[in-house]
């Protein structure tokens, strides 16, 4: 490929709402360009990086004897109505009308039409097991997009399948895919680690998610060095302390002038933040009004309270006006004399002597409030998020917090689709079973922003022998000018094109800085750098863009290197 005629354009200055490296150099290099919030245009570059990402997931999916083929990206409602997730999903999941006012919807994912597949197409538990997977666009209606392609509305998702006849099947299908993702994440140069996870909107027995280690991930990744403990933080449930036994004290009302923070409460108490009780406020997305309550040490964990709960459309934070019209003060807000709320109180919180509460008027707190004399909760849960520094549940060490990128996760789904659409097959006892299901995606662009965020310099992208667009980026200098440089690279540039083996050949008339700059800045593997310098040295300077290491290789070597292909070997 001539860059003379390739279609992009690089840019010298970061665009203004760049906060990443990734999104940073993706748009610089001519990768890609933004249409609207969280939606991307993938230009020639970024498509051929995406076609690689996806080669290699799909030789990891056959390896593991995943089936490929391809399911609608429009649904009929009642499909999802039918497995309930079109009550239990908010705005992120796209409905519309179809020009006949049919309900239909944007799929997110593609559990429920796997599930009508198998009712229509197993029979017998010969048929089974077997995996599916399939590349296919999404769109969810995400609320903020951000990080360029690390948090996008429309995306190119991998999702597999597997169906199985029992749960120990299901073990094993989940086994093949954990081990493809490690292989998967290995080959595109990404240090991901598979830390447990909340199963979301997907159901099901368990998950895991594949995370890279980044500062501007949104994911709070719970870890523990001495045992490899690994959790998202939404489950993490780690060492507590025990509170020490004290005798009940009678409640006492105390101005607190201001004392609208726990921060601020515990200095002009002059208390420790252990000795308060933290309320926190939501409207869940079926109408109930919840008041969770944690000690003042703790934050609560809204994960974890969804999943106490059973929240259906998850929850948001409640208005003034909601919190005042259940007789409860903004600030000072505690359950005491509270009405038409949904109380969950922390298992540590509740078992806490004589915390500082709010006593629901401006200015003032409670003393010695206790559980359950003074207020009676719906539930007592674990609803706190793990701290820097608690025990670890396994072997009871220091846990550490890190930011993560999800860029896979699997889901053993168990029944609870196939249960909903009737999907069963005949065992060889007769009788009738429910197909077991698992689920396992990977976001393709998302990965291509990793590798980026994990492999580049000051200078620009420093690709990946495995997912470059190009294995080599041919520049010549003064190739306008002395007639041999041309023609040198010309026949580089056949040689790869007969062989079968493209690489990008810059062959615009352009200043040298110019053209070395959007070398580093495009980041192919090798840079092969014809000029009049060059040739009088005995041939082509050749530089590894990860180590910037120089040599200069004959014409002839360099030749033989092309057809054998770049991606293989370097010269000697």
């Known amino acids: 490929m001539r860059l003379s005629q390739l279609f992009f354009t690089t840019l010298r200055d970061d665009p203004s709402d760049a906060e990443m490296p990734s999104h940073r150099l993706l748009v610089r290099a001519g990768y890609v360009r933004q249409l609207g919030s969280g939606i991307y245009s993938l230009l020639p570059l970024g498509f051929r990086v995406t076609q690689r990402v996806e080669q290699v997931i799909r030789e ?19 499909v999802w109505k039918e497995s309930g997730r079109y009550f239990k999903i908010g705005p992120e999941l796209v409905r519309f009308k179809d020009r006949a006012e049919r309900d239909m919807v944007l799929a997110m994912t593609h559990e429920e039409v796997v599930a009508l597949l198998l009712r229509d197409i197993v029979r017998s538990y010969r048929q089974l097991p077997m995996m599916v997977y399939h590349f296919q666009t999404k769109f969810r209606d995400e609320p903020r997009a951000r990080g360029g392609l690390i948090r996008v509305r429309e995306f190119v998702m991998k999702d597999a399948y597997s169906c199985d006849r029992d749960d120990a099947g299901l073990d094993r299908s989940y086994r093949l895919q954990y081990e493809a993702y490690e292989r998967i994440f290995r080959r595109l140069g990404l240090n991901a680690i598979a830390v447990g996870a909340d199963v979301g909107i997907m159901g099901g027995t368990g998950a895991h998610e594949f995370m890279v280690i980044n500062d501007f991930g949104e994911d709070t990744l719970v870890l523990c060095d001495a045992c490899g403990y690994a959790d998202n933080q939404q489950i993490a449930v780690v060492g507590k302390p025990e509170p020490a036994p004290e005798a009940i004290l009678p409640v006492e009302d105390v101005e607190t002038p201001g004392a609208t923070t726990i921060d601020a409460l515990a200095r002009y108490l002059d208390v420790p933040r252990s000795r308060t009780a933290k309320a926190a406020f939501f409207m869940a997305g079926d109408g109930r009004f919840v008041v969770a309550i944690v000690r003042g040490d703790y934050d609560v964990n809204e994960t974890k ?28 807000g505690s359950p005491i004399g509270a009405r038409d709320a949904v109380v969950v109180v922390d298992e540590l919180a509740a078992r806490s002597p004589n915390l500082v509460a709010g006593a629901n008027r401006v200015g003032w707190h409670v003393r010695n409030v206790n559980v359950p004399r003074d207020y009676a909760p719906d539930h007592v849960a674990e609803i706190t998020s793990a701290r820097e520094g608690d025990p670890c ?23 609870d689709f196939s249960v909903a659409f ?7 006892d007769g009788q009738a079973h429910p197909i077991v299901m698992g689920s396992y995606g990977i976001g393709l662009g998302r990965n291509v922003a990793c590798i980026v965020e994990a492999h580049h310099d000051e200078k620009g992208i420093v690709w990946p022998d495995e997912v470059a667009p190009y294995a080599a980026h041919l520049v010549t200098i003064s190739g306008a000018r002395d007639p041999r440089v041309a023609e040198v690279a010309d026949r580089l540039h056949q040689v790869a094109a007969d062989a079968g083996r493209e690489i990008l050949y810059d062959d615009r008339d352009e200043s040298p800085g110019v053209k070395l700059t959007d070398a580093e800045l495009l980041g192919m593997p090798w840079i092969v750098t014809i000029s009049p310098r060059s040739l009088a040295a005995g041939g082509a300077e050749l530089t590894r863009r990860a180590t910037g290491a120089r040599s200069t290789v004959p014409i002839e070597q360099l030749e033989g290197w092309l057809r054998d292909g770049f991606e293989v070997r370097a010269p000697a």
């Open 60 to 78: 990891e999916m056959d390896r593991i004897g995943s089936q490929e083929m391809e399911m609608p990206v429009v649904h009929p409602a009642e």
């Open 305 to 332: 309270l969804v999943n106490t709960i059973k929240a259906r459309g998850g929850l948001r934070p409640a208005t003034v006006e909601e919190i005042t019209a259940r007789g409860m003060e903004a600030g000072y």
């Open 393 to 415: 549940p396994r072997c009871g060490g220091p846990v550490k917090l890190r930011q993560g990128i999800e860029v896979g996760n699997i889901f053993k789904l168990g029944t």
């Open 422 to 428: 009737g999907s069963t097959y005949l065992g060889e």
